[in-house]
């Protein structure tokens, strides 16, 4: 899923200034990147489901605790990679990839805990 000004909520303002906040988010490669890492997420969602959660039951940990985890695992990659730059043996997933795994894993586990404060 590609996220798109309808598909993240987008309301047109009148154009009353002649500016549009989502010709921005076109020319912005910070908010590229982020649309990108909701595309992948939405991906992941699709194969993997709740699994953070479903383990961290298992475990009887918290979500956060399974999600930090994995991004200890996604660092490591990371830093393994830029290490040998950038050539990896498993080549499916890049050094950006593992960054945007590790970022999309970082909103997870703040998502986490919101969840988490709600319950309190």
């Known amino acids: 899923m590609v996220a798109t000004p309808e598909s993240i909520g987008f309301i047109e303002p009148p154009n009353h200034c002649g500016y549009c906040p989502f010709e921005a988010y076109k020319e912005d490669p910070f908010l590229g990147v982020l649309e990108k890492m909701a595309t992948i997420h939405a991906a ?7 699994s953070f959660e479903i383990a961290a039951k298992m475990l009887g940990r918290p979500v956060v605790e399974v999600l930090l985890s994995r991004m200890t695992d996604k660092l490591a990659r990371a830093c393994n990679l830029v290490s040998r730059n950038g050539q990896a043996a498993v080549k499916d997933e ?7 795994d590790l970022a ?13 404060n709600q319950e309190d």
């Open 44 to 50: 992941k969602n699709t194969d993997y489901g709740n």
């Open 94 to 100: 890049t050094l950006a990839d593992t960054l945007l």
């Open 104 to 116: 999309n894993y970082a909103v997870l586990a703040v998502v986490a805990l919101g969840k988490d």
